[in-house]
């Protein structure tokens, strides 16, 4: 492999990294439908 194969390698995973963590943080907050809120969910505790 040449030395562009390793940049191109490079960029495409550090750009699958910051995508998975953009996923995984929202995945976390809490939308208010409460459906898999890891969060404690103001309208949980309304009903």
Known sequence: M???DFVILGIIAAALFFAFRRVRSKKGSC???CAN???ACPMA???
């Open 45 to 47: 505790r309304k009903k």
């Open 2 to 4: 040449k030395t562009i």
């Open 37 to 39: 809120c890891s969060q």
């Open 31 to 33: 939308s208010c439908g």
